[in-house]
């Protein structure tokens, strides 16, 4: 590999060139899992992994850490090729459906896992009260995780995940089947880890989470990479609202075509226009006919809408896992 290769890779936490994943089906027939992904994942950034049920997100995971084999192409994680072992030891990974050993209590838990990974006695009880504190379970540390709810469970997995302190974390549905206020922890430990200047590959259909949290996205369709980018690239600028006062009954005819449509609040008179142009005429017309005009402020698409138009669907209810 060229040395500008090298030094490329390096500023990815994840790379992909022409991944593909094939099983045979139960009919004989090929099923192809993941169909020739190419992926850049930039290091020090959250990146949100979006697709379907059956996409293809758990098989990418899967094969970025070396649980399946790719029948064909190749994939790098902070720039060594996956079939390098050595790697790992710089990722972290909380899958979807974790199993834990329930009879032990968080601190033997992750002293566990510590041991796992050889960390130095002094050193291992030291990093797991600061992980207990970054998830927020100093006071149960011994408690059982029989005991714990679905969200305790989720906070030590990724407490689990750090233990190693990894460069790069793995996580798989994190925020699925939890209440609103489980949800917030855990989106706030992910910033958290981020500030640390981790990377974390974020897989998700929690669209609302991932617009939260996320600086870069991909969205997989039928094992095909269909979107990737950061979201403020991808989101683009649908109207601008126009918020003004004072307004003439006879403005409304000059403004005929140049709106899409407008309300009334109160005293104030809401237009929504298309594009930035549009807007600076609408702006004009108002203040040349007397009216004020008070704000106005761009719309940007949401990721629902935007997530649904690049798969091709219009309801959401058909892109649960």
């Known amino acids: 590999m060229l040395r500008w290769q090298i030094i490329l890779l390096m500023d990815l936490a994840v ?37 379907p049920n059956g996409a293809g997100k ?20 902070l720039g060594k090729d996956i079939s390098d072992t050595s790697g790992r030891k710089d990722v972290g990974f909380l899958p979807e459906s974790p199993y834990f050993y329930d009879d032990l209590s968080a601190f033997e838990f992750l002293d566990f896992f510590g041991g796992i ?15 207990l504190d970054l998830v927020g379970l100093t006071k149960n540390r011994k408690q059982r995780l029989r005991q714990f709810s679905r969200g305790m469970l ?55 989470d991932v617009e939260l949290i996320c600086d870069h996205i991909g969205i997989l369709c039928e094992g095909k990479l269909i979107k990737t980018g950061s979201l403020n690239e991808l989101l683009a600028t649908t109207e601008t609202e126009i918020s003004a006062e004072g307004l003439s009954g006879e403005i409304f005819a000059k403004l005929e075509g140049k709106v ?5 609040e109160g005293g104030r008179t809401m237009f929504n226009v298309t594009n930035e142009a549009l807007a600076d005429e609408v702006v004009h017309i ?14 940007q698409e949401s ?16 892109v649960t896992e």
């Open 154 to 208: 989720q906070r030590i997995g990724i407490a689990q995940a750090l233990i190693n302190d990894p460069q790069l974390l793995f996580l798989d549905e994190p925020i699925t089947g939890l209440d609103p206020v489980g949800q917030k922890e855990i989106r706030d430990i992910i910033l958290r880890v981020r500030e640390e200047g981790k990377t974390i590959f974020f897989s998700s259909h929690d669209l609302s």
């Open 58 to 77: 758990t098989t990418t995971i899967k094969l970025l850490l070396g649980l399946i084999a790719p029948t064909s192409g190749r994939a790098w994680i």
């Open 303 to 318: 990721l629902e809408e935007f997530f649904l138009k690049s798969i091709g669907r219009k309801e959401l209810g058909v």
């Open 260 to 264: 899409k449509d407008f309300r009334k």
């Open 15 to 51: 790379k992909t060139a022409g991944l593909t994943k094939i099983y045979n089906g139960a009919d004989g027939k090929e099923v192809r899992a993941l169909d020739t992904l190419n992926l850049e994942v930039p290091v020090n950034q959250i990146f949100g992994f979006l697709g």
């Open 286 to 299: 108002i203040e040349e006919s007397g009216g004020k005009h008070l704000s106005v402020v761009p719309k």
């Open 117 to 131: 990974f050889n960390i130095p006695g002094r050193e291992r009880v030291k990093k797991i009260e600061l992980l």
